[in-house]
């Protein structure tokens, strides 16, 4: 069979009626983007884009320079497209908006531009994440509060995995799908269309570093994982922990699996440590759409209604009937299951 590139996808979607041809623009574009964002980190010391950039991002973490490279990139591919009414981003405060010289579109894109990135300097996997939203009517200078829209308005999501391949996965709400750059030709072409997640699993990822933070639901489910055979679950688990979430979410999305990062008493104050709109929602869309399942640990993550652009949340992703006993105990603690 002949392989199918990004662009002949995107083609049949078109046809399909799933996506108009702005939103096709506006995949292409990114993708490109993402290629060029490989292309640096694949230089690591060769190209001068180690270590600390010495500025910090809006939540006051520091940048890499890797961050503040990918960035730009990603702002620059996607100014002159005429896809766009403006664009996001987790390195910044506010919106950035279309150049007035440049022609807009009718798409919002949020993204961050290098996921991951504290393990740049030791050659870990890190990627990209964006995601895709309708701009409202009749908003010609769109402002913070017009992004603001839940997840299950998103109109399409991705991550790009830069690794020992370069894979971008992709979703329009109609299945979730993967693809490969060949370097020898420069496309991404499609290595698997229709993903689906596991229902169960018997691997979970969690930074355990934080045990002695977390509420009590999320000690007695973890405390069940670890007991094994011998304990409630009555199996044994295996866990891993790339401190990556696209690196993670890619396993899961791969294999099956859990994906855990749940309030603690250090982040309790700001609500969790994942953005909702750059990485929870996104994520959240593309597992869902493979037959996984995505909560806070009390609801699911895509019926959020974000209060601010760079708003965080607890986040329980992956393999359906996994999280969805995680997310009983919590709610079962709370007294909400009557």
């Known amino acids: 069979m002949k392989p199918v590139s990004l662009i002949q996808f995107l083609i049949e979607e078109r046809r399909a009626g799933n996506i108009n041809a702005e939103l096709s623009l506006l995949i292409e574009v990114v993708a490109r983007a993402c290629k060029r964002i490989g292309v640096a980190t694949g230089k690591g010391a060769l190209g001068g884009v180690l270590g600390e950039a010495g500025t910090g991002n ?7 320079k890797l961050d503040v490279i990918s960035n730009e990139i990603l702002l620059e591919a996607n100014a002159w497209g005429g896809h766009l009414a403006a664009c996001a981003s987790e390195e910044m405060e506010d919106p950035q908006q279309i150049p007035d010289g440049y022609p807009k579109g009718q798409h919002l894109l ?14 870990i996997s890190v990627g990209t994440i964006f995601s895709v939203l309708r701009c409202p009517d009749g908003v010609t200078e769109p402002k913070a ?45 499609l290595s698997r269309r229709g993903i ?5 699993t018997a691997e979970f990822a969690i930074n355990m570093s934080n045990q002695r933070h977390w509420q009590a639901p999320m000690q007695r489910y973890v405390g069940e994982l670890l007991a094994g055979k011998e304990g409630p679950r009555g199996k044994d688990f295996n866990m891993r ?3 990556s979430m696209v690196a993670d979410v890619h396993r899961i999305v791969t294999r099956g699996g859990v994906f855990y990062y749940p309030l603690d008493a250090k982040i309790e104050k700001q609500g969790g440590k994942l953005r909702l709109m750059y990485e929870a ?14 909560t806070t640990g009390r ?20 393999s359906k009937a996994e999280v969805e ?3 009983h105990y919590h709610l079962e603690a709370d007294g909400a299951l009557g």
Request: aromatic share 10%; charged share 15%.
């Open 58 to 64: 809006i939540q006051g973490e520091a940048q890499k």
């Open 281 to 294: 929602n996104p994520m959240a869309f593309i597992v869902e759409q493979a037959g996984g399942a995505a």
């Open 325 to 327: 006993v995680a997310t």
């Open 145 to 189: 509060e017009h992004f603001l829209q839940p997840g299950t308005t998103q109109l399409a999501a991705g991550y790009v995995v830069y690794g020992p391949s370069t894979v971008l996965v992709l979703t329009f709400g109609y299945g979730t799908h993967e693809f490969t750059l060949d370097r020898e030709v420069g496309s991404f072409i």
């Open 299 to 318: 609801q699911r993550i895509m019926e959020l209604q974000p209060g601010g652009l760079h708003q965080r949340v607890p986040v329980f992703l992956g």
């Open 196 to 200: 689906r997640i596991p229902e169960a």
């Open 110 to 123: 949020l993204f961050d531009p290098l996921d991951g990135s504290s393990n740049i300097d030791v050659n």
């Open 241 to 243: 922990w790339v401190a």
